[in-house]
């Protein structure tokens, strides 16, 4: 990788420091300006371009780490490299608390000066590399921008702007609630197709007997009720994308007439003897394992294969936490935008407690529930208090604690035996009523359907739990 180059500003009060650090990185390819004196080194800096500086900690005057606090605050994304001859642990660690990239000790060799710019460099080139993703899949204007400041977000995002411009099919993975659809509107807005149509379908939510009718449409007549033609969902897509949600609900018959049309690119309305082409590219999603579905024989191989040219792999929210901190923030602001509630923030072990929970319902969950809050909370920060009862959860500790402890008498027995009784059953019945709400997609009737409960008893069971949700009505 060739080495980026910079514009170098050597702060030290030695001027043979100076001039070896500016013959080595000149070598380099690199623009090297020094100066002796803190104050003079700061104010060239504050009035300059300069990428990085070399700073000496022990200068007289201002010295270096009063230099990097004002730097620092000035101009944050500015690199600092701490060069000095009185290097400690404890001033190392001061100096990159305060802001420092690195530090290098006196007397240091070329090689070692020269990989430490370079790391440097590098790190800020990704840095740039970043932001510039970020502005163009979720900077300002941008509707629904996808927020995350963890490495698994950044790779997504440099992902999608790779594959955006092309027509390759695309298939993400990711469990019911990670943003799938979210992720498929980036690719779609930063592809050559933009401005063109975009067309979410989810079709779990279609009926089994129309999906057929909904995706390619159908002529007047074809079946009971049809009594004008009408468009699929294809058709209305032309020319831009088409993104197909829980794409595994498709029957085995109409999976071998979606990789015809996906093969020919042209659509048979139901009830038509005519076919007509269509310029549509395809997203696809799913929270199943298809490969396992193949295996079963309820999905298709070759359909397998022609959606997944480009998988993309969404990863639960509990996988991600150092991205909840800024989604929730980013949820309020939208409550407090679109309602003007009086909620401001969180506190500090508010925030704690939501990194901490293990989100089964993955965002979509966490923007539910600040929302809720938003809405039912007086005071302007968000406390514990205001969580609920399964983010305050300690019937883990309850268990231990109540195990570790040996009864002095029968009663004792008793007692300690209810409390694991009760805790057991508690996170048994939390766990199953999550894990049935996160295969219905959070949907309360389609999860007793899928437990085989009647929806009365599985919604008392939740409140049981204190699990709510959307559809908890």
């Known amino acids: 990788m060739k080495k980026p180059q910079a514009k170098i500003l050597v702060i030290d009060d030695e001027r043979t420091v100076c001039i070896s650090c500016k013959r080595v990185l000149e070598d380099e390819g690199h623009i090297v300006d020094y100066t002796l004196s803190g104050q ?40 600092v490299i701490i060069i000095t ?40 080139a990704l840095q740039s590399e970043n ?39 695309v298939t993400i993975h990711g469990r019911s609630g990670t943003g799938k659809e979210l992720i498929a509107r980036a690719i779609h807005d930063n592809s050559n197709r933009a401005d063109k149509p ?45 993104f ?11 999976q071998g007439k979606l990789l015809r049309v996906l093969e020919s690119r042209r659509i048979r309305p139901v009830g038509s003897e005519q076919e007509h082409e269509v310029d549509v590219r395809l997203i696809a999603a799913t929270n199943m394992n298809l490969q396992e579905l193949v295996e079963n024989k309820s999905f298709r191989e070759d359909l397998y294969y022609r959606l997944n040219v480009i998988p993309i792999m969404l990863p639960p929210l509990s996988d991600r936490k150092e991205d909840i901190p800024p989604l929730a923030e980013y949820f309020l602001r939208e409550a407090i935008a679109e309602s003007g509630v009086a909620v401001r923030g969180f506190t500090t072990g508010a925030m704690a407690r939501l990194v ?29 208090e205001h969580l609920p009862s399964e983010m305050n959860d300690t019937s883990a500790g309850a268990l ?19 409390t694991l009784r009760q805790t057991m059953y508690t996170g048994l019945e939390k766990k199953f009523v999550i894990e049935a709400l996160d295969r219905a997609d959070w949907n309360v009737t389609r999860a007793a359907e899928l437990v085989g409960m009647l929806r009365p008893n599985f919604h008392a069971l939740m409140k049981k739990c204190g699990i709510k949700t959307k559809d908890n009505t």
């Open 131 to 169: 932001i510039f993703l970020k502005q163009r899949i979720s900077g300002p204007g941008k509707k629904n921008p996808i927020i995350g400041r963890s490495s698994v977000m950044e790779d997504l995002m440099r992902q999608i702007m790779k594959i955006a411009p092309t027509d390759f099919t």
């Open 400 to 418: 231990s604690s109540a195990m570790e402890k040996t009864p002095l008498d029968a009663a004792e027995l008793k007692k300690i035996k209810t």
């Open 356 to 384: 901490s929970y293990r989100w089964p319902g993955n965002v979509r969950e966490l923007r539910n529930l600040i929302y809720r809050l938003a809405a039912t909370v007086d005071s302007e920060l968000i406390g514990t």
């Open 198 to 242: 975009f067309i979410a379908v989810d079709i779990s939510a279609l009926t089994t007997t129309l999906i057929e009718s909904e995706l390619f449409g159908h002529v007047r007549g074809a079946f009971t009720g049809a009594i004008q033609g009408r468009p699929g969902y294809f058709s209305i897509a032309h020319g831009g994308t088409l």
């Open 85 to 124: 001859g009185y290097a400690t642990i404890q001033t190392s660690i001061e100096a990159i608390k305060k802001g420092a990239f690195d530090y290098v000790p006196k007397p240091f060799t070329p090689e070692e000066l020269s990989v430490t710019v370079s790391k440097a460099m590098e790190t800020r």
């Open 244 to 254: 197909l949600d829980e794409i595994s609900n498709i029957s085995l018959e109409l």
């Open 40 to 79: 003079e080194g700061l104010e060239k800096v504050l009035s300059g371009d300069y990428d990085l500086v070399l700073l000496d900690l022990k200068m007289p005057g201002i010295n270096g780490l009063e230099v990097l606090e004002t730097l620092k605050e000035r101009q944050p994304d500015i690199i």
